[in-house]
């Protein structure tokens, strides 16, 4: 089973937009979840340019499956994230002029600072996954952070058009997967995943969860955000079926 985790900040960037309090990425999860979403993923930015304090006080509230913050490691939203109490933080890199998180966190350039925050986390009662390319050396040092989970970049994946580098960026993923996998964490993977190329990420088997948010969000325009995640389940589970 491949489970789908439904990033929401898309909702709040449309809010942002205006500066008003629609739409509210607290509505947009418990239409997920209600749709089948089994968790909900959220970033809040140093810059808060789409998810603000408010909405992630109100997640942990709403969210009964489980609220995944996103976040960079730095001190304001370290103590955020202890004093709110997320399911789990995803650890990422943050870049102010970037559009979205673009690559995975240089784990094993940092391993003591990593590890230090990972106990902090867990002290609180949090588990730590951390958002990186699908290397080893990146799996090996989140391992020696003590953190129990790694999503692995997919916005490669995404991004490639050549078939044959396609197929080798699949087969880097699933090396990474079974390699994290086979060491004890839980694999997640994400980032640029949509309606079609879901399916060759679903053919890993080692890769337990997804988490999507843009493509969801886009095509709720136009369908609704219940039906767009219900496809997306379909989809997901059309792939696991057929491995
Ligand atoms: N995983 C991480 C760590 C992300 O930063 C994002 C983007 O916020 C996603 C998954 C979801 O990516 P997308 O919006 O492209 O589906």
């Known amino acids: 089973m491949v489970t789908l985790n439904v990033n929401v900040d898309h909702i709040a960037t449309l809010r942002q937009a205006r500066g008003g309090n629609e739409p509210d990425p607290v509505a947009a999860a418990v239409i997920c979840e209600l ?37 960079a490691a730095v001190e304001e939203i370290i103590n955020i994230a202890l004093r709110i109490k997320p399911d789990l933080v995803t650890i990422v890199p943050e870049k102010r002029m970037e559009l979205t998180t ?40 989140v391992l020696e952070t003590g953190a129990e989970i790694v999503e692995l970049h997919t916005g490669v994946y995404s991004n490639l058009r050549d078939i044959k580098q396609i197929k080798l960026e699949l087969e880097r993923l699933k090396k990474a997967a079974d390699y994290a996998k086979n060491s004890g964490l839980r694999v997640v993977a994400g980032h640029g995943l949509n309606y079609r190329n879901v399916f ?19 095509r709720a325009a136009f369908v609704g955000l219940e039906r767009a995640v219900r496809e997306m389940i379909d989809a997901i589970n059309y792939a696991v079926l057929s491995r």
């Open 102 to 141: 673009e690559g995975g966190l240089d784990v094993a350039k940092d391993i003591p600072r990593f590890k230090e925050l990972v106990a902090r986390m867990h002290q609180s009662g949090i588990e730590v996954s951390f958002f990186i390319e699908p290397e080893l050396k990146q799996i090996d040092a």
């Open 35 to 71: 749709a089948g979403a089994n968790g909900i993923v959220c970033h809040l930015r140093e810059d808060r340019r789409h998810i603000q304090d408010r909405d992630v006080e109100l997640l942990r509230q709403v969210v009964s499956t489980k609220l995944d913050l996103e976040m």
């Open 200 to 218: 060759d990420i679903c053919l890993i088997s080692s890769i337990e969860e997804l988490s999507i948010g843009h493509s969801i969000i886009s």
